[in-house]
Structure formats: structure tokens, C-alpha cells
């Protein structure tokens, strides 16, 4: 287990949430299951590390979300950088197996305080914040998200974007609402008087997030890719499964119209570890056509990780940083994707999201068969 005191890089909120996550499986009240699983995800959210809310007398401060019982466990984890109280709770609740399973799938996850200690610190490379035009994967009213597109476009606006794209799930992915061919030209019309509204202020791109099926094929034909500004493929089922992926994973990279390979696992945090193939393989085949390879920034999914990203760099594949935002307030889930980026050392070059519209543009035009790099 991670040890927090003295250890400079420690990311203390992930230790504490992976610990009240731990809680909340042991628990045979389902009542104080969620309990521990809300104080969890509220110190996951927190924007400063509680290391720095210690008061002087070891005191912590009450923080929204977090009862007693969730108090002691986290100031044990300050104190000693483990927790007995939790491990004790764990033995007796007879689901050590599976709490440990779900530690394991709970690796290279990053709090939301250790997102914004990455984007400040200098001494990372990778780009910053500022290099950041705009955000390549989100979700409106259209199909499993909240928000119209013209709410998109306002809150990408106040975020400083130059560009964005909604990408609402093609029609095969049924469980989130996935838009009809029907529905997919009400939405450009929508989009198109968002565009004409905002003149060369900024763009808002019709993008599609098409579903990788068993075989690695996607759930739209080639004409319907190609009224889509941009086509992101993305695993969603299967995701629970030992065997080798690579051949589904390269056939989508394959497809002409895939410009960008979404949340490329479909882990998800202390639940699932996603699709398992060879990575360098499917990072190889990526790199030589042009496809860019997504980190992921929702906090469950941060996917790929900056471990992962690290060799997918070192493959010469380009990069899309996105938020999967299914809310304007979670467009922010972009700035987890970016930390991840400075942890590989991604350089903004490679970063699509880090290009001037005209550019991207370009590259979106650009069939992979061309077998283009940048
Ligand atoms: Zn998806």
C-alpha cells in the first residue's frame, strides 16, 4: 500500500478514496454502501490535498459528504499512511477476494487535487492548459447527454475554446441512446445555427462516437461515417473478458473513417479492466495512419493512463485529450486527460486538441488509407 507521510508524490486523496471505497464493498447495509461511496467520490473530487487542510492541532476541517465514521479512516491514512479500521472491516466482511480485485483495478487513477498539482507544477512536460483549443469528445441532449448544443457551445466558449465537437453515440449503441441517421441531420441543422450564430468565433463540429463491435466492425456504414466531421470508435462491450482483443482493435483502427480510438479499454475504476490486447500493436497500426490515440478524462475512465500513454508516445501516435462530458459541467473532466499528457510528456505538437482549427481541419479530412503521420 502506498505510504502518504513524507512521500512527496503520493496522491493522498486517491490512497483515502481507494480506502472509503473499500468501505463502502464491505458493507452489508446498502444504506452505508453508498454513504462511503459518496465520502469516496467527495474526497476524490476535492481540489486540494488533504495533507494541506490539516489544521495545526491535526484537525480536519468538515468537508461536504464526509460523516464520522468516514473522519477516522482518513485521519488513520494521514496519520500512519494505512488504515486498520478498513482492513479490519474488510476481514469481516468476507469479500477480501474481491475488495482486493478491485485495488488492482483501481491503479493510475488520479484525484482530482493530484490533476491540479500536475497542471501547475513546472516541472512536468507536456502541455499546459493554455495549449488547449478545444475538446474532441462530448455528449448533448442528442443522445445519452444533458445539454443542447447550443449549451455546449456556450460553455466551451467560456472555457476559451476555439473549437469542439459533440460526438453522440451512433445508432448500434441502443443503451445510450444512440442517434438514428434521422435524427443525426436534425442534430447538423441544430449545429449549424450554432455555427452561424458564432460566427468565425468559434466552430462546433458534428462528430459521431460509433461503437466497436465483437469483429471490430462499427455500428454505421461508410456514407453515413462521411456526413460526420470527425468518426471516434470506442469499445463498449466485452470489457469484462481475458482474452486477446488485438485483431478487434486493430480492424478499427483500420477503418478509413476513424480518426480517433476513444477511451480505447473502456476501463472503469475498481470495476472492470477493459479490453486486453497489445497495446503496441494497436498503437503501431494507429501511428501509420494517423489516427489519434484518446486519453479519456472522465475520472472513472482516464483511459488510456499516462502509463499506457507513455508507450503509444514512444509508437509515434498522435493524441486526442477529450472530456466525455455528458454535462457542460463536466467539460473540466478535460483537464484530467491533460494531466495524464504532461505525465507522458507529451509534447502539444502531437496533442490534436493542441491545433489551430485550419489544422485540424486538415487532418480530419485526411482519409487514413493515406497512411499520414501529423
Ligand atoms: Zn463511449
Known amino acids: 500500500m502506498t505510504t502518504v507521510p513524507g512521500t512527496r508524490y503520493a496522491d493522498v486523496n486517491a490512497v483515502v478514496g481507494g480506502y472509503l ?98 497542471l501547475s507544477d513546472p516541472g512536468f512536460e507536456g502541455p499546459v492548459p493554455q495549449q488547449y483549443r478545444g475538446d474532441l469528445q462530448m455528449h448533448s441532449e442528442w443522445s445519452d447527454g444533458n445539454p443542447t448544443v447550443q449549451e455546449i457551445a456556450d460553455a466551451c466558449r467560456q472555457r476559451g475554446y476555439e473549437y469542439a465537437a459533440v460526438t453522440d453515440h451512433s445508432y448500434g449503441l441502443k443503451i445510450a441512446g444512440g442517434m438514428s441517421t434521422a435524427e443525426a441531420a436534425g442534430q447538423r441543422r441544430a449545429i449549424d445555427a450554432v455555427n452561424a450564430q458564432a460566427g468565425s468565433q468559434f466552430r462546433l463540429l458534428q462528430g459521431i462516437e460509433a461503437n466497436i463491435d465483437a469483429e471490430g466492425r462499427l455500428d454505421l456504414t461508410d456514407d453515413e461515417a462521411a456526413t460526420f466531421e470527425v468518426v471516434l470508435a470506442a469499445p463498449h462491450s466485452r470489457l469484462r473478458k481475458d482474452e486477446d482483443q488485438t485483431a478487434r482493435m486493430l480492424a478499427a483502427v483500420a477503418h478509413p473513417a476513424v480518426r480517433i480510438l476513444a477511451h480505447p479499454r473502456g476501463r472503469m475504476s475498481g470495476s472492470r479492466a477493459g479490453v486486453v490486447a497489445d497495446w503496441d500493436a494497436v498503437f503501431a497500426s494507429a501511428a ?54 504532461r505525465l507522458a510528456g507529451i509534447p502539444a505538437a502531437r496533442i ?5 482549427l485550419d489544422q485540424l481541419l486538415r487532418w480530419l479530412s485526411r482519409p487514413s488509407s493515406a497512411c499520414h503521420r501529423r
Request: net charge neutral.
Open 352 to 356: 490534436v486538441n493542441c491545433w489551430p
Open 288 to 341: 501509420a495512419r494517423g489516427v489519434a490515440i484518446e486519453i479519456d478524462g472522465d475520472p472513472a475512465r482516464q483511459d488510456i493512463d499516462h502509463t499506457l500513454a507513455v508507450r503509444a508516445l514512444a509508437a509515434g501516435c498522435l493524441f486526442a485529450l477529450d472530456s466525455d462530458a455528458h454535462t457542460t459541467a463536466q467539460l473540466s473532466y478535460a483537464e484530467t486527460a491533460i494531466a495524464h499528457a
Open 21 to 118: 471505497r473499500d468501505l463502502a464493498f464491505s458493507q452489508s447495509s446498502q444504506q452505508k454502501m453508498f454513504g462511503y461511496k459518496r465520502a469516496a467520490a467527495a474526497i476524490l473530487a476535492l481540489d486540494v490535498p488533504l495533507t494541506d487542510l490539516v489544521g495545526p492541532d491535526g484537525t480536519l476541517p468538515r468537508i461536504l459528504g464526509i460523516g464520522p465514521g468516514s473522519t477516522r479512516v482518513i485521519r488513520e491514512i494521514l496519520e500512519t499512511g494505512e488504515s486498520p479500521t478498513v482492513e479490519r472491516t474488510v476481514d469481516e466482511s468476507g469479500r477480501r477476494a474481491d475488495i482486493v480485485r478491485r485495488r488492482h483495478l483501481r491503479r493510475h487513477f488520479l484525484s482530482r487535487a493530484e490533476v491540479r498539482r500536475v
